[in-house]
């Protein structure tokens, strides 16, 4: 499997995975069964637009629109990453 | 010292179990577990567990479906914001007690299966209870929770590692937990009949190398080496005191889930609040860090890598809970795991030896 992801995909948290901000670590944190993901602001920021409606291309353009120049790949890499350890769904948005 | 929260709570609510595995990690001395907490009791441990910082709440056991009380608990965890996962050999998990749990908020389910077919499952099991598991499994997803499937491994079923992948499959779970025994408790007066050998596992390891690869973000397969082959100690629960926080079903905490017998004195949550025993008390701080460490571990490179392995492992097989891990090939102990190991490869040994049974509590 590449790393290549559709930009009409829709990412959605994994069935399982909960998004949550975490106040005695002031970090927001991705829960799963056995694991707790310690996210930074980057990835908080694109998590927190994984909602199961907007595109691979949305998620870009609305990083864009909130911190200017956003490397594409760097986002496209990220999200495929967190697919293939489940923690994404990407559904085909065509 | 500042100390860092737990991430997670381990609640063995309750000893008892419909199962008499044999690999078992709970303690021999069942009938001292009887005067269990109650619900109001578990409730303020779970949230004082989300006080200190704990995002997972395990509910495990025995077989935590045998307190009646087990959606009451769900709904306190979710309320603090914990993620709820129940460990369970599914027995009872009914069609109703899972609308139940569903309702109350419950996030995962992990279902064990003790083989891929019902009469070594069973045999395992000692009960008959391969049909109903599948059933629950199958349960489990159609509610639209995420299915985990455990199986333990030991001599008598990881010749099986390529069926019980197919019925993982089958069952379209959403991760499989493989997991070499550890020997804890029951495990440990079975190991001789539980140790497998060398061949065993070097067959076991190149069929779950290509399954990795096979289903790769589809299925995810979690190994769990069996530790008396490893070069190195495990960092047993990642550091002693320093990310999970078990309470067992009469309230005792402990660091580890077989610190039991450690000759440490007890931090029941009776008599003590969590915070005091989390930061406080001599079970949690007595191994937390390194300054415990006698040597080699003191002067070993891979200290704060692998902390000097488990300490109720050295506590079990050295009576001293400060040595080396004897499973570490360093330990100076370590001809005990390799007696054990030698054993368990003898060529006339058989496969199926006689196991005992763990009682139902």
């Given at each position: 499997?590449?790393?290549?992801?559709?930009?009409?995909?829709?990412?959605?948290?994994?069935?399982?995975?909960?998004?949550?901000?975490?106040?005695?670590?002031?970090?927001?944190?991705?829960?799963?069964?056995?694991?707790?993901?310690?996210?930074?602001?980057?990835?908080?920021?694109?998590?927190?637009?994984?909602?199961?409606?907007?595109?691979?291309?949305?998620?870009?353009?609305?990083?864009?629109?909130?911190?200017?120049?956003?490397?594409?790949?760097?986002?496209?890499?990220?999200?495929?990453?967190?697919?293939?350890?489940?923690?994404?769904?990407?559904?085909?948005?065509? | 010292?500042?100390?860092?929260?737990?991430?997670?709570?381990?609640?063995?609510?309750t000893y008892r179990c419909p199962l008499a595995c044999a690999y078992c990690s709970n303690p021999v001395e069942l009938e001292a577990y009887r005067e269990e907490l109650t619900t109001a009791e578990w409730q303020r441990v779970i949230t004082e567990a989300a006080e200190l910082g704990a995002l997972q709440c395990h509910l495990s056991g025995g077989e935590p479906l045998l307190r009646r009380d087990?959606?009451?608990?769900?709904?306190?965890?979710?309320?603090?914001?914990?993620?709820?996962?129940?460990?369970?050999?599914?027995?009872?998990?009914?069609?109703?007690?899972?609308?139940?749990?569903?309702?109350?908020?419950?996030?995962?389910?992990?279902?064990?299966?003790?083989?891929?077919?019902?009469?070594?499952?069973?045999?395992?099991?000692?009960?008959?209870?391969?049909?109903?598991?599948?059933?629950?499994?199958?349960?489990?997803?159609?509610?639209?929770?995420?299915?985990?499937?455990?199986?333990?491994?030991?001599?008598?079923?990881?010749?099986?590692?390529?069926?019980?992948?197919?019925?993982?499959?089958?069952?379209?779970?959403?991760?499989?937990?493989?997991?070499?025994?550890?020997?804890?408790?029951?495990?440990?007066?079975?190991?001789?009949?539980?140790?497998?050998?060398?061949?065993?596992?070097?067959?076991?390891?190149?069929?779950?190398?290509?399954?990795?690869?096979?289903?790769?973000?589809?299925?995810?397969?979690?190994?769990?080496?069996?530790?008396?082959?490893?070069?190195?100690?495990?960092?047993?629960?990642?550091?002693?005191?320093?990310?999970?926080?078990?309470?067992?079903?009469?309230?005792?905490?402990?660091?580890?889930?077989?610190?039991?017998?450690?000759?440490?004195?007890?931090?029941?949550?009776?008599?003590?609040?969590?915070?005091?025993?989390?930061?406080?008390?001599?079970?949690?701080?007595?191994?937390?860090?390194?300054?415990?460490?006698?040597?080699?571990?003191?002067?070993?490179?891979?200290?704060?890598?692998?902390?000097?392995?488990?300490?109720?492992?050295?506590?079990?097989?050295?009576?001293?809970?400060?040595?080396?891990?004897?499973?570490?090939?360093?330990?100076?102990?370590?001809?005990?795991?390799?007696?054990?190991?030698?054993?368990?490869?003898?060529?006339?040994?058989?496969?199926?030896?006689?196991?005992?049974?763990?009682?139902?509590?």
């Amino acid at each position: 499997m590449t790393s290549s992801i559709s930009t009409t995909g829709v990412p959605r948290l994994g069935r399982g995975v909960k998004l949550r901000y975490d106040r005695s670590r002031e970090r927001h944190v991705l829960l799963m069964p056995e694991t707790v993901v310690v996210l930074n602001a980057t990835g908080t920021a694109i998590l927190q637009l994984c909602d199961g409606e907007r595109t691979v291309a949305d998620i870009v353009e609305a990083l864009r629109e909130q911190y200017g120049d956003v490397p594409e790949g760097q986002v496209h890499a990220y999200l495929a990453k967190l697919a293939e350890r489940r923690h994404l769904e990407i559904t085909d948005g065509d | 010292m500042e100390i860092d929260g737990p991430l997670g709570l381990l609640a063995e609510l309750t000893y008892r179990c419909p199962l008499a595995c044999a690999y078992c990690s709970n303690p021999v001395e069942l009938e001292a577990y009887r005067e269990e907490l109650t619900t109001a009791e578990w409730q303020r441990v779970i949230t004082e567990a989300a006080e200190l910082g704990a995002l997972q709440c395990h509910l495990s056991g025995g077989e935590p479906l045998l307190r009646r009380d087990l959606a009451d608990l769900v709904r306190t965890a979710a309320d603090q914001g914990l993620y709820t996962n129940l460990v369970t050999s599914a027995l009872g998990f009914t069609p109703a007690r899972a609308a139940e749990l569903h309702d109350a908020g419950l996030d995962h389910v992990q279902v064990s299966l003790q083989a891929d077919e019902p009469a070594l499952s069973d045999r395992i099991a000692g009960s008959p209870s391969f049909a109903r598991k599948i059933d629950a499994a199958r349960r489990v997803r159609e509610l639209g929770w995420p299915l985990t499937l455990n199986v333990v491994l030991h001599r008598q079923n990881i010749d099986r590692v390529p069926e019980i992948l197919a019925a993982a499959e089958e069952l379209e779970a959403d991760r499989i937990e493989l997991a070499n025994t550890q020997y804890y408790g029951w495990a440990a007066v079975n190991r001789a009949a539980l140790l497998p050998s060398r061949e065993q596992l070097a067959e076991a390891e190149v069929v779950v190398r290509e399954a990795k690869e096979r289903l790769r973000g589809r299925m995810e397969i979690i190994y769990v080496i069996p530790d008396y082959y490893a070069t190195y100690p495990k960092p047993c629960m990642g550091g002693w005191g320093a990310r999970q926080l078990v309470v067992v079903p009469t309230g005792d905490a402990l660091p580890c889930l077989a610190a039991h017998g450690l000759p440490l004195p007890a931090a029941n949550v009776r008599e003590h609040p969590l915070s005091w025993i989390w930061q406080d008390s001599p079970m949690f701080s007595a191994y937390r860090g390194t300054d415990w460490m006698q040597d080699p571990c003191r002067s070993c490179a891979r200290r704060e890598i692998d902390l000097g392995g488990c300490r109720c492992q050295a506590f079990a097989l050295t009576g001293d809970a400060t040595r080396t891990d004897p499973v570490c090939h360093l330990a100076p102990e370590h001809g005990i795991v390799e007696a054990a190991v030698a054993e368990a490869n003898e060529e006339s040994r058989p496969v199926e030896l006689p196991l005992v049974a763990r009682p139902h509590a």
